[in-house]
């Protein structure tokens, strides 16, 4: 029998109640009598939500826990995502002459070789000057046209293409808290202000009014805080601040300018003097933020050019500003406390990750807490693990920044001409400069970014292979022309079937589109 009979979640939040409905569905649904689980968290009034873009991921984890992908419409504000537009980051420069595109689809192989490999033999031999993105993805097609990756008949959670999802992190969390109710889950209002330990690790937690809550495990989803994790454990952060030093975030949602106007389907992120904006249109109302370094922008530097880029629409609540830490737990699994969110590590949200990091630490948790329980051996696997996953997850949000030929402001020459690269880091692109990504290269591989991911920001910040590529002697340039010819046909064919996200939206019965204009 595990020796976690009973579960204490301290936080709520998108972390916390996705860990309450997670935990419940799968070491909850096997149990002759269900597994206690308590989520304790302060009074909070409910206020316009924080923007939410994730990675595909997330599909696959609603629908097991058995939520209709309609409830993701209909009570969380969402739209669909085909991927991410990254502005200015090559130079600077304004779109569309300084941008390039990170579709969630992956480039289809050809007549036994990657696309990419057909696209660079073009390139190398002058038969090409397409972008990548554009030439061996077909999701691209779907983002200036603004059109949905489902289809009007696609069941639930499926489409031609893989997709993400932009919605309100506020009202997915209440939805969540509603799932996790409705199955049993204890919610407690309160503050804690004490944690009291034993042999063992945590005992019990008390709340500001003498109330305790005990339990045999504790889920840590305070933030940064890290309230039990690191405040009573003592586990130490590893600090990321060195290779990322974007520390402050300033978030400010937007009225749409039109009543009934398009709906990207993608999220925008935009390089700054001292960071850079996300910019997503959910249903109701359009989602920007700045992610910034404190040490070369201040909040009123930020905020004053999170203002001047929404200029023309209606602010729909004042500046939300938050502090940041890159980094992680040394260990996110300690004694009877797993650290979730914040509390256990967080890189900046480039890549649309930040509830990626939730699931996967609760499906790594998961794989290791049965039958053993709380183990020594299980633990320190997981510790082992988590540590490499977000170095991993570091080197490729690092990478953004590292192969920019900006140096127009001091955050950039700070990121590039100044930057020491974590080692493995250096390693990959090293051998970059010789040759394209292959699967071979990255022998870890614990993080959602394999050899298309590296391709694509590869090619979108022109750090391609500098003596071209080995394979072009072996490579017919008219195979690759069909290889690309190939892709443009689907890209065609989607184009054409694919409905706007408006219209996509509006084809789901009470499914609410109306926008606030400006």
Same mark, same amino acid.
């Given at each position: 029998?595990?020796?976690?009979?009973?579960?204490?979640?301290?936080?709520?939040?998108?972390?916390?109640?996705?860990?309450?409905?997670?935990?419940?569905?799968?070491?909850?649904?096997?149990?002759?009598?269900?597994?206690?689980?308590?989520?304790?968290?302060?009074?909070?009034?409910?206020?316009?939500?924080?923007?939410?873009?994730?990675?595909?991921?997330?599909?696959?984890?609603?629908?097991?826990?058995?939520?209709?992908?309609?409830?993701?419409?209909?009570?969380?504000?969402?739209?669909?995502?085909?991927?991410?537009?990254?502005?200015?980051?090559?130079?600077?420069?304004?779109?569309?002459?300084?941008?390039?595109?990170?579709?969630?689809?992956?480039?289809?192989?050809?007549?036994?070789?990657?696309?990419?490999?057909?696209?660079?033999?073009?390139?190398?031999?002058?038969?090409?000057?397409?972008?990548?993105?554009?030439?061996?993805?077909?999701?691209?097609?779907?983002?200036?046209?603004?059109?949905?990756?489902?289809?009007?008949?696609?069941?639930?959670?499926?489409?031609?293409?893989?997709?993400?999802?932009?919605?309100?992190?506020?009202?997915?969390?209440?939805?969540?808290?509603?799932?996790?109710?409705?199955?049993?889950?204890?919610?407690?209002?309160?503050?804690?202000? %004490?944690?009291?330990?034993? !042999?063992?690790?945590? #005992? *019990?937690?008390? /709340? @500001?009014? $003498?109330?305790?809550?005990?339990?045999?495990?504790?889920?840590?989803?305070?933030?940064?805080?890290?309230?039990?994790?690191?405040?009573?454990?003592?586990?130490?952060?590893?600090?990321?601040?060195?290779?990322?030093?974007?520390?402050?975030?300033?978030?400010?949602?937007?009225?749409?300018?039109?009543?009934?106007?398009?709906?990207?389907?993608?999220?925008?992120?935009?390089?700054?003097?001292?960071?850079?904006?996300?910019?997503?249109?959910?249903?109701?109302?359009?989602?920007?933020?700045?992610?910034?370094?404190?040490?070369?922008?201040?909040?009123?530097?930020?905020?004053?050019?999170?203002?001047?880029?929404?200029?023309?629409?209606?602010?729909?609540?004042?500046?939300?500003?938050?502090?940041? %830490?890159?980094?992680?737990? !040394?260990?996110?699994? #300690? *004694?009877?406390? /797993? @650290?979730? $969110?914040?509390?256990?590590?967080?890189?900046?949200?480039?890549?649309?990750?930040?509830?990626?990091?939730?699931?996967?630490?609760?499906?790594?948790?998961?794989?290791?807490?049965?039958?053993?329980?709380?183990?020594?051996?299980?633990?320190?696997?997981?510790?082992?693990?988590?540590?490499?996953?977000?170095?991993?997850?570091?080197?490729?949000?690092?990478?953004?920044?590292?192969?920019?030929?900006?140096?127009?402001?001091?955050?950039?020459?700070?990121?590039?001409?100044?930057?020491?690269?974590?080692?493995?880091?250096?390693?990959?692109?090293?051998?970059?400069?010789?040759?394209?990504?292959?699967?071979?290269?990255?022998?870890?591989?614990?993080?959602?970014?394999?050899?298309?991911?590296?391709?694509?920001?590869?090619?979108?910040?022109?750090?391609?292979?500098?003596?071209?590529?080995?394979?072009?002697?072996?490579?017919?340039?008219?195979?690759?022309?069909?290889?690309?010819?190939?892709?443009?046909?689907?890209?065609?064919?989607?184009?054409?079937?694919?409905?706007?996200?408006?219209?996509?939206?509006?084809?789901?019965?009470?499914?609410?589109?109306?926008?606030?204009?400006?």
């Amino acid at each position: 029998m595990s020796d976690i009979q009973s579960i204490v979640i301290v936080g709520g939040g998108t972390a916390g109640w996705l860990a309450a409905c997670y935990l419940q569905r799968t070491l909850g649904a096997a149990r002759q009598s269900p597994l206690p689980i308590t989520l304790i968290e302060p009074p909070q009034a409910v206020s316009l939500g924080a923007d939410l873009a994730t990675v595909p991921t997330l599909r696959g984890t609603m629908q097991a826990l058995g939520l209709p992908e309609r409830a993701l419409f209909t009570a969380a504000d969402a739209t669909l995502s085909n991927g991410l537009r990254f502005n200015g980051w090559r130079r600077g420069g304004a779109a569309p002459d300084d941008s390039f595109d990170h579709p969630f689809d992956i480039p289809p192989p050809f007549h036994g070789f990657a696309t990419t490999a057909h696209w660079l033999n073009l390139l190398q031999r002058g038969l090409t000057r397409e972008p990548m993105a554009q030439a061996c993805a077909v999701q691209t097609t779907l983002f200036d046209g603004h059109q949905s990756p489902k289809l009007v008949d696609s069941p639930e959670y499926q489409a031609p293409v893989s997709y993400g999802y932009q919605l309100d992190a506020v009202k997915l969390a209440m939805l969540l808290q509603q799932k996790a109710l409705e199955r049993g889950v204890r919610h407690v209002q309160g503050e804690v202000v %004490r944690v009291q330990r034993g !042999a063992g690790g945590i #005992e *019990a937690v008390e /709340l @500001a009014d $003498g109330r305790r809550c005990e339990a045999s495990f504790f889920i840590d989803c305070t933030g940064s805080r890290s309230l039990l994790l690191q405040q009573a454990l003592g586990v130490p952060w590893v600090s990321f601040a060195d290779w990322l030093p974007c520390d402050r975030t300033v978030s400010l949602p937007l009225a749409h300018g039109q009543a009934h106007g398009a709906l990207r389907s993608h999220t925008t992120a935009t390089a700054q003097a001292a960071g850079w904006t996300w910019d997503m249109d959910l249903q109701s109302r359009r989602g920007t933020g700045y992610v910034y370094a404190s040490r070369f922008c201040s909040e009123d530097e930020a905020v004053a050019t999170l203002r001047e880029l929404g200029a023309g629409h209606k602010p729909l609540a004042e500046p939300r500003l938050q502090r940041l %830490r890159a980094g992680h737990a !040394a260990r996110a699994w #300690e *004694a009877n406390c /797993l @650290a979730l $969110g914040a509390a256990g590590g967080f890189i900046e949200p480039l890549e649309s990750t930040g509830l990626y990091l939730v699931e996967w630490m609760l499906q790594l948790f998961v794989d290791h807490v049965a039958p053993a329980g709380n183990s020594d051996a299980c633990r320190g696997r997981v510790n082992r693990v988590f540590g490499d996953f977000y170095e991993e997850m570091r080197d490729f949000i690092v990478a953004h920044y590292a192969l920019s030929q900006r140096r127009d402001t001091p955050f950039w020459r700070a990121c590039t001409e100044e930057a020491t690269l974590p080692p493995r880091l250096a390693e990959l692109l090293a051998l970059w400069d010789s040759k394209v990504p292959t699967p071979t290269d990255l022998d870890r591989r614990l993080s959602l970014f394999g050899v298309a991911n590296w391709s694509y920001l590869l090619a979108g910040l022109q750090r391609l292979p500098s003596r071209g590529i080995g394979l072009s002697d072996h490579i017919s340039p008219e195979i690759s022309l069909k290889a690309m010819a190939h892709v443009q046909g689907i890209r065609r064919i989607a184009a054409a079937q694919s409905p706007t996200m408006r219209d996509y939206l509006l084809s789901l019965d009470g499914v609410v589109t109306s926008h606030a204009a400006h």
